[in-house]
């Protein structure tokens, strides 16, 4: 208990006597855990609308207009392809009736055309962007389909943004957690280096090296936590304000953004976890680069 009492007593004495530095710390690690943290609910949300969107991607096959074609036979066929999520067949009186409700009171045109001319379909949905282009690849080598249509341009884009948000989401995790890093390793550092007599006299009188470590891990990792702390404070602060703005000027967003106020707490919770881990590993590494170069016999 003891040493206990004497290490959080030089921690608190580190923390008094460079408290300039210290409060740096904390609002520069707040301010990138924030950044980190929005960037991430970002990039979440972001692969919840491109998922929503991939799983909306229909591909209509039409099959040849044969009377002996064994339909049944065909989708079995189909559903068994690998890129295949779910399928729905239409015949040419449901494809008719689908039409005429989509053109509505220009729907007597089509009475013009005489016999249905559209032949039995499949509406076939895919589970992401990137499968829609191999599926109907094999769709056009069945024999009984007559035509594949399909929003070519539409897939690609959305395929291209989710490879990009990807990326631009990692990139900015790993600036955060860089910069942040480097934040709290100089703030140790700068303390270490204002205490390098004290600590070399301390070891020479037969102190530990986890003795002397101590006060200045714990320093940084608490620094690191309370600035955790305040980035989750300005997420709940901000995202839910944000969500609400865009839900209400963006409607078709609400089903795909997240607004589980138990999913965002839990988030924080690991960001503030995140923070104190991230504090802790440079503290430790800076101390035992300090502690062991000090230490090294001339």
């Known amino acids: 208990m003891t040493t206990i009492k004497y290490i959080l007593r030089d921690m608190f004495r580190l923390i008094a006597r460079h ?6 710390t904390l609002i520069t690690a707040g301010v990138m855990l924030w950044i980190l943290g929005i960037t991430t609910l970002f990039s979440l949300n972001l692969e919840n609308l491109l998922n929503r969107l991939e799983s909306e ?50 729907s007597r045109a089509l009475e013009m055309l005489g016999e249905n001319p559209i032949p039995y379909n499949f509406e076939i949905h895919v589970r992401k962007a990137e499968d829609v282009e191999p599926l109907v690849d094999e769709l056009k080598a069945l024999p009984e389909v007559d035509d594949v249509v399909y929003a070519g341009m539409v897939v690609k884009r959305i395929s291209a943004l989710s490879n990009i948000s990807s990326r631009v989401a990692l990139v900015m995790f790993i600036l955060s957690v860089v910069i ?9 550092h700068i303390s270490l280096y204002s205490r390098r007599d004290e600590i070399g006299i301390m070891y020479l009188i037969g102190a530990t090296r986890a003795y002397i470590a101590s006060p200045f891990v714990l320093e940084g990792t608490l620094l690191a936590f309370f600035g955790a702390l305040i980035a989750a404070g300005g997420i709940l602060g901000t995202y839910f304000p944000g969500i609400a703005l865009l839900e209400n000027s963006l409607p ?8 589980d106020k138990n999913i965002i707490f839990r988030f924080c919770g690991l960001l503030a976890g995140f923070g104190a881990t991230l504090g802790w590993v440079c503290s430790y590494i800076v101390v ?11």
């Open 180 to 188: 942040t890093a480097l934040v709290v390793y100089n703030t140790i």
């Open 252 to 259: 078709f967003l609400r089903t795909s953004l997240l607004t």
């Open 19 to 24: 408290w300039i530095l210290g409060l740096l």
């Open 57 to 106: 991607l229909v591909v209509q096959a039409y099959l040849v207009k044969d009377t002996t074609l064994d339909v049944n036979s065909v989708a079995e066929k189909i559903q068994e392809l690998e890129y295949v999520s779910a399928m729905k067949v239409y015949s040419p009186s449901d494809s008719l009736a689908k039409l005429q409700e989509k053109m509505g009171s220009h």
């Open 288 to 298: 035992a680069r300090f502690i062991n170069s000090i230490t090294r016999p001339e």
